[in-house]
């Protein structure tokens, strides 16, 4: 399904080099382009450096585009990632049983990275209590398998 981006640059920008890494087309100058295509399911970083007569700015998302390879049938994987509660007081967990390089990203429901991490612990414990209340994405990804859950933090 091809995606549309949408620029949230200000300051009067006029120009616009976005990067779309594992994407058709790669890349594109155009303030909000069309038409992108993620063929094959992954984590895929975008990168937009927007300018203006005072200079320019960057900003890199990472596993910002989460391409699931859905084709009717349910895949069937063995020591994939988990993200689980474990309690009502803001504590998360994530099983890694394959001990694999994972970098975690905790996103608030404005897509405002709150936390992130990378390591390859088998129990990553997220503490998410000196937050505020209300809705969070925590999103795991190794190079070979995401997971994001939702989860509501209440008080």
Do not use: R
Request: charged fraction near 10%.
């Amino acid at each position: 399904m091809p995606l549309t981006f949408f620029h949230l640059a200000s300051n009067n920008a006029t120009g616009f080099n976005w990067t779309f890494t594992g994407a058709t087309p790669s890349t594109s100058t155009a303030a909000n382009p069309a038409n992108i295509v993620y063929p094959t399911s992954g984590c895929y970083q975008v990168s937009l450096t927007a300018t203006n007569v005072n200079g320019s700015d960057a900003e890199t998302k990472i596993c910002f585009i989460d391409v699931a390879n859905n084709i009717g049938m349910q895949e069937v994987t063995t020591n994939a990632l988990e993200i689980y509660s474990g309690n009502n007081n803001g504590e998360f967990y994530i099983g890694n049983p394959n001990m694999d390089a994972t970098t975690v990203i905790v996103y608030d429901c404005m897509g405002k990275i709150i936390f992130t991490e990378n390591t390859s612990e088998q129990k990553i414990n997220l503490h998410l209590a000196k937050h505020k209340a209300g809705i969070y994405f925590i999103k795991a990804f190794t190079n070979t398998n995401s997971k994001t859950a939702k989860v509501v933090l209440s008080k």
